[in-house]
């Protein structure tokens, strides 16, 4: 069946003018987001996400609590203006609770929730807008904020999709290609070359699976660079900031005319 668009013309370009194996400008803002302990900003694109986490912190509910362990929660919600179909999701709609597991069974074996037991990580994850590339965008934003909350993880998480148009592989798929060809999104850990995640909601040929899996998973390690460039450029900022007030107990000191340096 033919596609009922031109996913790639003859010049081997994309409707948005990228190559196929090209990615989308990834813009990432970590600057504090109302009284959340760490906070994230990412666009993939037209596709944007804000993360807030809270915690780690006591458990409010005793069913909610796990003696050895923190407990993940994680609660998402799609703004009604973040599409162009105008339907407005609630918080029990399959799609959503589907993704919000998703990323809580993503990043599980990753934080290393030993170290605060009895305690809960709360995730709130906003989307702003979609244009394709949801879940990557969810799963790279979650990780920074988490980064940014001081929660200590495993490594870090970069979640890239990828598809084929025909036999030609693409990689961070816009809305538009999304909806015509089948696609996968994978998670990766660069440091330890784990795979934490990998979901798909399409039917796709074995013979593809393995060379779209292996791009997407190289991929995630130029998302890491990214992601890693954001975090410490913020690290950069904070100790700018510690460093740029006065030091207790230490006064400042002037030179007179004669040289000798004075206290005042």
């Known amino acids: 069946m033919a596609s009922r668009v031109e996913i790639l013309n003859q010049g081997g370009f994309r409707s948005d003018g990228r190559r196929q194996y090209e990615l989308r400008d990834m813009s990432i ?10 906070a994230a900003v990412v666009a993939h694109g037209l596709t944007q996400v804000m993360v807030s986490v809270f915690g780690p912190r006591e458990a409010k509910m005793r069913s909610q609590t796990i003696h050895d362990r923190a407990n993940i929660n994680v609660e998402l919600n799609i703004a009604a203006f973040s599409t162009g179909e105008r339907r407005k999701r609630s918080r029990g709609d ?40 949801l879940l990557q965008t969810c799963v790279n934003a979650t990780t920074l904020a988490l980064i940014n909350a001081g929660i200590p993880l495993l490594d870090f998480v970069c979640a890239v999709t990828g598809g084929v148009h025909s036999t ?14 089948p696609h996968v999104t994978v998670a990766v850990m660069p440091k330890t070359a784990k795979v934490t995640l990998v979901t798909m909601e399409t039917r796709l040929h074995v013979d593809r699976f393995e060379e779209i899996f292996r791009l997407a998973a190289d991929a995630g390690k130029v998302v890491h660079a990214e992601m890693k460039s954001a975090v410490r450029a913020r690290t950069g900022t904070l100790v700018a900031a510690m460093g740029a007030g006065p030091r207790a107990g230490a006064g400042e000191t002037e030179k007179d005319g004669d040289g000798r340096m004075n206290e005042y």
């Open 29 to 38: 803002d970590l600057s504090p987001q109302g009284t959340a302990d760490g």
């Open 94 to 133: 399959k799609r959503i609770l589907e993704m919000a597991a998703t990323i809580k069974s993503t990043f599980e074996p990753v934080v290393q929730t030993n170290l605060y037991p009895r305690c809960q990580i709360d995730i709130y994850v906003q989307v702003l807008q979609q244009d394709g590339g």
């Open 168 to 181: 030609s592989p693409l990689l961070d798929l816009t809305l538009l290609e999304e909806n015509d060809i």
